[in-house]
């Protein structure tokens, strides 16, 4: 049986859910990862993923600067990283520098991986919708890499940033 | 470290996988509901959730007649209707009766909520955007419901279908 209740309360239903790490240049070159819960692909032919990053999120700077972003998976050996991604802004920290994050360049855009991640998708930016305080980037799928080790997902299991394998 | 490899082979490091399924009425006022794995919230205030549908689907029909759709998120003892609605056609088919699916009048909209699920959305299409082979529909939340009872949301879990908790 249903009961009628706020949306922020029933959006806590949601758990668990998906994490990922939005990496995209900024004009002075500076990498700069964000980490996202509000993601999904959008399309199978052409590969395509979304994103919904705060309008107010430096990301959406580097985003429309750089016109690409890599959208990583990230394995839940990044716990910590994903945590620091999120809660920190990109303006006046270099964030993978400050948490001394392994990442390689990417094959076919201007941005980064991060090699520890599950899987990296690079992503070249198609469309930018208004969606309320959000802004949801389509990116097309340019190339994708994996982990050469099997790696678990890491998932957000419930408010207060609790985050760990499901 | 990471190899790099095709779309179709690094998605597969998507699961588990939320589901959500998609209830909306067509022209002869049949609800009809649709699994889909490909779903975002997309803004906090407003409240807005995205779905991503195949252009190819009977549901893209349904939502653009009745302009508005209920997002559920099913618990786990809805997995074999969760596979049902996924893998069948709405076009010559009550999928909800077939199923003999609990249902109550949606209290907002015109269309059902579905009343074993952990959670329904009731949603306004404010939105609709052309991703490659789907349509990205946006609605706005009217209202929510959750169960009155504690229920397990239902996942994708890997490939060839497999639903079940995480």
Redo the contacts between chains.
Sequence with gaps: ???????E???K??????IVIVVAKDKKGKANPITL????????????M?I?V?KGHYSVKCIRHSKCFTIV?PSVDMAKAALFFGEHSGRDTDKLAQFNTRT?PA?KIDSL?L?N?????ECRLV?Q?A????I?F?GQ?A???????KKK?L?SLGTGHKLGA?
Tied chains: 1, 2.
């Design positions: 049986m249903q009961k009628q209740v706020s949306f309360k029933a959006y239903t949601k758990y668990p859910e998906q819960g509000w993601t999904m692909i959008a399309s199978y032919k052409p590969f395509l979304a919904a705060h998976y390689a094959k991986l090699t991640a599950v899987a990296n998708f469309k919708i969606t309320g305080d959000h949801t389509v799928i190339t994708a890499h994996i982990n050469t080790k997902r998932y499901v």
